[in-house]
Structure formats: C-alpha cells, structure tokens
C-alpha cells in the first residue's frame, strides 16, 4: 500500500487553530460531493485554556456542539479538560457513520484519547467500517497514535494540496471514484 493511499491521514506542523481551520475549509468544500461525518474543534483559538468556554467539539453533519472543557472555578491550576462531551460528540459520530457517509473527520486524537476515551469509539467505527479519516496528532501523543493506529495512517503537511491528494489516492480505491466527485 502506498503512503498516500493509506486509510487515515494525520495532518501535522502547524498549530491545533490551524489544522482545524484546514479541515473546516476543506470539509466545507468538500461537501456537496461527499458525505462527511465528524467532528471539528472550536474554540481552540482563546489563549487561555483554563476557561470552561475553551473548546467545544462541533458536528458536520448537523452543527451540534460538545463542550470538551469543565469549570473547575477561578484559581483552578487542574485540567479542565472534560471527557462526557466528547464521549456524547463520539456517539453522535458513530451514529453518522451507521447512517452512511464517504469520510470521516475526527478533529484529533489527544489525551483522551490516549487514555482510550474521548473519539476513540468513532476512530474504532470508522476503522471497523473501512471509512478514510483525517485527523490530527499533537507531537507528544505521537508514540500514542502509532500504537493505536500503526500501519494504517500516513502523515501528512497541513497544506490543502497535500490532503486532497491523499483523499483522490483514498477514495480512487473505493466504490465511489474521486473523479465522479470532482476532487
């Protein structure tokens, strides 16, 4: 198997805000020839990551938003990081899939995750379905990643280029041809 043709892409060397822009703009273009189901964080722009409004999940297919912070109170120096809304956002990601869709965009695989929380029954459904992903790693779940998803992902530049090449690869291997939908 190819590099490019690998199932799952990570998109890598840029900061969390951008990566998750990238795939915000290449999902909204991407959309009227493929279904796509999935999440991608917000809220990653506010330089303080202690506040409880610092990160929600939000659906592609239908906008719904997952809080993925906890406010722990002023003062607080614990990690607010909050795993039920991102464990509800996984279910409605697996619900997406059972409903049928072409790819799937998980915004990152992180310390929950790691921790076999978070996403990862919606990285398990899309795996188990045979489904493309496109994800995101920060650099110190590297070693995480590989162990969870080792050999079937490929890293990729945050570059648009770079990830539609790898989709066109992906999808050429599937039922549906990436030149029937204009990618």
């Known amino acids: 198997m190819e590099p ?20 915000d703009t290449l999902v909204r273009r ?22 409880s409004d610092g990160g929600r999940l939000r659906s592609i297919v239908d906008g719904n938003c997952y809080p993925i ?14 795993g039920s809304g991102a ?3 996984s279910q409605a990601v697996w619900r997406d899939i059972a409903a049928g869709c072409d790819l799937v965009v998980l915004s990152k695989f ?13 990285f398990v459904a899309a795996m188990e379905a045979g489904l493309p ?12 990643w590989a162990d969870f998803a080792d050999p079937f992902f490929v890293m990729l530049p945050a570059e648009p280029d770079a990830v539609e090449a790898w989709l066109r ?12 939908l204009g990618l």
């Open 87 to 89: 464990a509800a956002a």
């Open 69 to 82: 912070f906890q406010d722990l109170g002023a003062g607080s120096m614990a990690c607010q990081l909050e």
């Open 169 to 180: 690869a992906v999808l050429s291997r599937r039922v549906v041809g990436a030149a029937s």
């Open 30 to 51: 991407w959309r009227p020839a493929l279904r796509i189901a999935g999440m991608i964080e917000e809220g990653h722009e506010l330089t303080d990551w202690k506040r």
């Open 133 to 144: 992903i496109l994800t995101s790693v920060s650099p110190m779940f590297r070693q995480a």
């Open 110 to 122: 992180g310390k929950l995750e790691m921790g076999n929380e978070g996403l990862v029954p919606a």
């Open 4 to 23: 490019t043709e690998k199932p799952i892409a990570v998109v890598q060397g840029a900061s969390s805000a951008v990566i998750q822009q990238l795939f």
